[in-house]
């Protein structure tokens, strides 16, 4: 190899050097400038949360945490006591049910005896209608009787010829 080829190559390698150490330096100078860039629009938080705040605000959700629990609890005591009321009221519906079922059999069996005492008063009407019917024809017939009775009476007064009020004793 020749001088000049290896001063060739060392230029060649400066010149690679270099250029590499001009873009990293350019790379960092972006970089920082980016970061002065993004720092200024950027607004700083003038209310930065304390550890205090953070250690207030977590016993806050302890006792909304404890007051909820409770509340839990009392809405279970209350589901406690419908499902103790439900299962009292069925008990009071099963044994109405079965008062019901007893009431509606005595209802019937009333019915029953009123339809039978029914037709017995109308069979009771039926004959009191013939008892009348036959005491009408017997005391028109003991009517007619004593009309006959009494125009013999008079007739045979008469013949006779005393004087009577036309009575007659039976």
């Known amino acids: 190899m020749t001088t000049g080829s ?50 207030s605000s977590l ?6 945490t404890r007051a909820l629990a409770g509340e839990i609890d009392q809405v279970a005591l209350q589901m406690a006591d419908l499902r103790s009321a439900l299962q009292a009221a069925n008990g009071a519906m099963a044994a109405q049910s079965d008062s019901a079922s007893t009431v509606q059999d005595q209802l019937e069996a009333a019915q029953t005896k009123l339809a039978a005492m029914q037709g017995q008063l109308k069979a009771a009407q039926a004959r ?16 007619s009787s004593t009309r006959t009775i009494v125009k013999k009476a008079v007739t045979t007064t008469g013949a006779s010829g005393a004087g009577g009020s036309g009575e007659h004793d039976d």
Not at 59 to 64: G, S, Y
């Open 6 to 55: 290896v001063l060739h190559r060392a230029t060649r390698k400066a010149l690679v050097v270099g250029a590499t150490a001009s873009v990293i330096g350019a790379g960092a100078m972006c970089v920082e400038y980016a970061a002065n860039w993004r720092a200024d629009s950027a607004p700083l938080d003038a209310n930065a949360v304390s550890a205090t705040s953070i250690g």
């Open 59 to 64: 016993d806050a959700q302890h006792q909304r």
């Open 128 to 143: 009191l209608a013939q008892l009348n019917a036959a005491a009408a024809k017997q005391a028109a017939l003991n009517a």
